[in-house]
Structure formats: C-alpha cells, structure tokens
C-alpha cells in the first residue's frame, strides 16, 4: 500500500449526475460538454449472501471459538480470507444492514456472491434527453481534473448530508459491482489521498499543528483499519464517514501538501506495533476506549480532553447526567470565530426530543419490530466516555436490547444522533435526551485538537495527548515482502 495506488470508491449506487466542461472518453463512447446522467440498468438480479463480521485473526484457527459461540445461539456462519486476514461472520442476510443483528456492535460485512448482476451502463445527457449506452468496465482520465464535476453526496444517511460538486486528481473507473451498482473509483497515490482527506476532514485554515495531527492519524487509520470496512469490494476506501472523508480537489489542498510532507511517513506505534487511531469530531470531555466500540484490540484507552486531571465515574448515571449538567473545563468546549470551533459549540452539549410515536416508527422501519407504544428508554451499560453500549427500549408490545454506540444513534434518530452519550427524560409526551460530543469518541477529539494547536501544541503532543505512551516513528516497509509494519 505504500508503493501502489489506493482505489478510492467516490460514488456507488444507482445513478450519479456528472459535468463535462469539455468532451472526454467515456471507454468506446466520446460524451459531449454538457450535464449527463449515468446509471446502471440491472437486467439480471443478483443472489448474494452477507455475513456480520463477529470476529477477525491472522490464523483462521483462532475463530473457532468466536464461530462455535454464535452456532450455539443459532447463527450460521462463514469464513472469508481478505488481504491476509480471515474473518468470521454470521448471517446470511439479503441485505448489509448492521440493525438486522443489535445483539452484536459490529457494523461491517462481508459478502458471499453467489451469482453477480448482470447490468448494462446507459448515460443520459438532461438538456435533449439523448442516451448512449457505455461499456461495463472503464477508465475515465480528464485532461484536466475540472473537465469532470462529480455531484456528489457527502454525509450520506447521516443529519448534515449535502450535496456538493467534487474533482478528482487522477483516472477514474467506471465498473458495475457485484450487487448491480454503479461504481466509480478514483485510483491515486496515498499521500496525496491523505492531502484531501486533511482539507476534507478539517479546514485548512486550523493550525499546522493540528493539521500534522490529523494527518498521522488519517494515515494510521489507512493502514491498519481500512481493510475490514470493505471486504470482498474491489476497491480499498470509500469517500465518506464510513471510512475517511475523502472530497477531492479541495481549495486547501496546497496547505494540505505541505502538512503531508512535513509528516510523510509517519505513523503512530505502541509497542511496535501500527496503532489504529480513530478519530471523531467532538468528544464531549472524554474519549472512549476503542475496545467498547470497535472491538477488542492491543491498543484502547480513554483520557480526560481537558486541563488537569478528571477522575469521575461516568459508567454511573448520577455521575454522568451530572456530568452533561455542569461539565468540566475541556478542550472541545469552544466558543470561537472560526467554522470549525463552531462544533464544538455546538456539540459539546446538546439536546434533542422523540415524540414516541415517531419512535415505533423509525424502530419499526428500521428493524421490522413493532415493540407497541415506547414508554421507557434506559441505558444498560455506559462506558468510560459515558457513551451508552447497551440500550433497552420497552414497548407496550415488547422490549428491544440494542449493542453498539453507532447502532443506538441510529435505533433513536431518522437519522443518526449525535453521540450516544445520553441520558433520557420522559416528560408524559417526549422523551427529552441532553447529550455530549459528535462521534463515536475513539482516538483523537478533532475540534479538542484544533484547540490545542491554536494554545501552542505541537502536533506530536497533541498525538501524545489523544494516544498515551505511543511514539511517532517512520513507517519501516519491508522490501522483500512489499508491505507496511
């Protein structure tokens, strides 16, 4: 990964609306300046299974206790190889859907094809209406980067989604997935991947320092995660908060170049070992143990993001409402003059209300259980950052036990809540929440970091900070071998 070019998957779906400034190839097909549709027309269906990833090892035979445990509980099971590292799932579902499995915090998938779709590729130019159908399978590269304007989405599913106009340095692919989508992969060279996802991620207008920051741990995350959120595609990322936000040619990207060369190659070790440095918007105060939210790991912990030492039991309720009422001095706390501080005003504590019939809707919409009238959400278990890992939600109907911080935001909203750091209030017609941070609150606080490189931090400290008793060092590839340690 450190040699060759990383596949960046910037769309995948039905149909995408593109702009050509000038005429430019589209495989056997020259399309004309002009605004055009391009969407993929499914002919044949596709039969695939989806298995949740329950477990993962470098030796396969350290699953089979993970894999008898879930066959006990009735799940079938399936084992797959991916770039070196075997994973155990259990399903099969038709759909990747995590809120089909909330017994489980686990988000990802991967998929067993047991006959492809078949689908042609038709673009439609919206000012005639003319079409022409392209080849399954192209490359696109523009003479230059603005000659393609992509209209793409950014913050998909999530409450600030919008759409926005992207170019992209480097060939694009134009393929049909194996479920029938459209895809288009953007091929590009790591560290200028990494220079968008610094513009993209955060404004380029913050301090060097928390920009260095940020693009460590971008490229911490790139080596050690990336490879679980898309098992089985052929592509390595995609471009949004599923994995790491990735906007293409951004106005910043100069500045962004030059943090990338001033940290290139540097990469975040504990013990020798490559850490996996999630990061997360806002905090709230606290930061959460990866183990809580992501699965167990070498690497997990929890720190006060504020002056000072913070020695509160947030795992206790009383604690934590206390917590979110009369909240500690902390870096994310913000009141600025800048877009990005804003977050942190914003987010560091807020407050939304459910009315519980739309509840048992979206619950129902969302999972297929009707659970009757709500009367009482209650968490179940906290963890260090005061983020709920286990909810229950009781019903007139029936009770629902949800696991994992990403799949409760998304049980309670149409959405996704801001954080799962929570507590509820029942007032006889709402169930009022009074929240804290924006994120899953693993790793790095992004607005806590700009905070600290606008007091003087440098970048190193700043990493220190979010990640105890790690060092920075250059990322050692092994020749022979072709790969990252």
């Not at 084992?79 to 399903?91: E, Q, R, S, T």
Request: glycine residues 8%.
């Amino acid at each position: 990964m450190a040699t060759e070019k990383l596949k960046v998957c910037i769309f995948k779906g039905d149909k995408v609306k593109i702009e050509l400034r000038k005429p430019i190839k589209f495989g056997n097909q020259k399309l004309r300046a002009g605004v055009w549709e391009v969407r993929s027309e499914i002919l044949s269906s596709p039969h695939i299974d989806y298995f949740l990833v329950v477990g993962e090892s470098a030796e396969k035979d350290r699953l089979a206790s993970t894999i008898k445990e879930f066959e006990s509980r009735g799940y079938s099971s399936s084992v797959i190889k991916y770039k070196g590292i075997w994973f155990a799932g259990i399903g099969p579902f038709r759909v990747p859907d995590p809120l089909q499995i909330l017994s489980h915090h686990s988000v990802y998938f991967f998929p067993e094809v047991k006959r492809p779709a078949i689908a042609k590729v038709i673009a439609r130019n919206i000012s005639d209406g003319r079409t022409v159908q392209l080849a399954q399978h192209f490359y696109v590269s523009p003479g230059e980067p603005f000659d393609l304007i992509i209209y793409n989405k950014v913050g998909r599913g999530f409450h600030f989604e919008f759409e926005e106009r992207q170019s992209y340095e480097g060939e694009i692919e134009f393929t049909i997935g194996y479920d029938g989508k459209l895809l288009l992969i953007n091929h590009i060279e790591l560290e200028r991947y990494l220079a968008s996802v610094i513009s993209s991620e955060m404004l380029v207008s913050l301090p060097m320092e928390a920009l260095k920051a940020q693009a460590v741990v971008a490229r911490n995350w790139l080596l050690t995660a990336a490879i679980k959120h898309h098992i089985g595609e052929p592509f390595d990322v995609c471009n949004d908060d599923h994995c790491q936000e990735y906007r293409g040619i951004r106005d910043g990207n100069n500045i962004a170049r030059k943090v990338i060369d001033e940290t290139r190659g540097e990469a975040l070790y504990y013990k020798g070992k490559l850490v996996d440095t999630r990061f997360a918007k806002v905090c709230g105060g606290v930061t959460e143990e990866f183990n809580n939210v992501w699965g167990e790991t070498f690497y997990s912990c929890s720190i006060f993001d504020g002056p000072g030492t913070y020695n509160m039991d947030l795992q206790k309720e009383d604690n934590f409402r206390l917590w979110i009422e009369q909240p500690p001095p902390a870096y994310c706390n913000t009141q600025g003059d800048t877009e990005y501080f804003e977050y942190g005003r914003k987010y560091f504590r807020w407050y939304e209300t459910i009315d519980p019939y739309a509840l048992r809707e979206i619950i129902n919409n969302k999972t297929g259980i009707d659970i009757g009238y709500p009367v009482r959400v209650n968490p179940l278990r906290r963890g260090r950052s005061g983020r709920i890992l286990q909810l229950q939600i009781k019903g007139e109907k029936g009770t629902l036990d949800v696991t994992g911080e990403l799949k409760i935001r998304a049980i309670l909203s149409p959405t996704y809540l801001p954080s799962s750091a929570f507590y509820v209030k029942y007032n006889g017609q709402q169930f009022i929440l009074r929240g804290a941070g924006w994120g899953h609150g693993v790793g790095m606080c992004q607005v806590g970091a700009a905070k600290l490189a606008s007091i003087g931090w440098n970048y190193r400290q700043i990493l220190l900070h979010y990640y105890p008793n790690t060092e920075v060092r250059q990322i050692h590839v092994k020749k022979e071998e072709g790969c990252v340690s």
